[in-house]
């Protein structure tokens, strides 16, 4: 680790570091933000401010990715709470009149992977989204949530369980 | 993992991936929260600075009041006048104060022919 490279208000935070998660903490800011690029974008600069002007304080208890994780979804969760509140509007809206929701309008290959877990309660697809997609261990991802570690198991193997059902019923209703 | 996890994990990756799409440069994320950081110095410098010259010019302004003039009392005498003050707390109510007071200065022991 180069001496310039550390943030001055953040010694055990390099630049390097944090250039390394940089892609994986656009995508959390970016499942924390509806897919919304740019309110996503804006959040990964606000936590950039917040570790430079050592407001949030990296102490080495964790991995920097879990640290960095934690502050995006703290942030998220004050900053964007009103914005959130408003989108689940427009999507409970547009589910209303028959449109598809937000979320599952991204364009992926596999869309009914993508649709069963977007159908799955906010915490389950969290910590799915952390464990499966994020390559976190449970504990890391119960920690980003901001749950014990019990809880967070809980909702890893409810999330499975439910996923699994619905692809198993997807591909019998596929098959028929 | 299990075997059934994998899968799915493959799967998840995958789709994930497709919908994480491109993010936009870390230089550029991180430069643009430097800039912010400086631009918060700024204003606070800012902000510091306009309130050290309020300061410095509420403190260097003359104050109003207490001001000493001098005045001609020749000049003064024409714009000046007189009224008798109200007879409202006088023990008697419409007393004859031109009468009534020269006793005051009668009490008074003259010194040389004068009144003091």
């Not at chain 1, 159908?119 to 989204?129: A, G």
């Not at chain 1, 019990?150 to 098959?175: I, M, P």
Request: aromatic share 8%; with cysteine.
């Amino acid at each position: 680790m180069r001496d310039s490279d550390v943030l001055d208000k953040n010694p055990h935070i390099s630049r390097s570091a944090l250039e390394a998660i940089h892609d994986q903490v656009f995508g959390w800011a970016l499942s924390r933000c509806n897919y919304d690029r740019a309110a996503a974008e804006d959040l990964v600069q606000q936590s950039y401010v917040e570790l430079l002007a050592g407001k949030a304080k990296f102490e080495e208890r964790s991995t920097l990715k879990t640290f960095v994780f934690a502050v995006i979804q703290n942030l998220a969760k004050s900053r964007y709470r009103r914005m959130a509140s408003r989108m689940r509007l427009v999507t409970a809206m547009a589910q209303d009149a028959g449109d598809e929701p937000a979320a599952e309008t991204t364009a992926v290959e596999n869309p009914a992977v993508w649709q069963a877990v977007q159908r799955l309660p906010q915490r389950q697809r969290d910590i799915i989204e952390l464990v499966f997609c994020r390559d976190m261990t449970v504990e890391d991802a119960s920690r980003v949530m901001g749950v014990t570690t019990g809880t967070g198991r809980v909702h890893y193997d409810r999330a499975k369980k439910t996923l699994r059902a619905r692809l198993e019923d997807g591909r019998e209703s596929n098959d028929e | 993992m299990s075997k059934d996890d994998i899968a799915l994990h493959e799967m998840l990756q995958q789709a994930q991936r497709e919908a994480d799409g491109v993010a936009p440069t870390f230089t550029e994320v991180f430069n643009a929260a430097e800039n912010r950081i400086r631009g918060r110095r700024r204003m606070q410098f800012a902000g510091l600075t306009a309130a050290a010259i309020g300061v410095l010019a509420f403190g260097l302004l003359p104050t109003s009041g207490d001001e000493f003039i001098y005045v001609d009392m020749e000049e003064l005498k024409a714009t000046t006048y007189w009224t008798a003050p109200s007879d409202f707390l006088l023990p008697d109510h419409q007393i004859d104060i031109y009468r009534e007071l020269p006793k005051l200065f009668e009490s008074t022991e003259p010194d040389g022919g004068t009144l003091l």
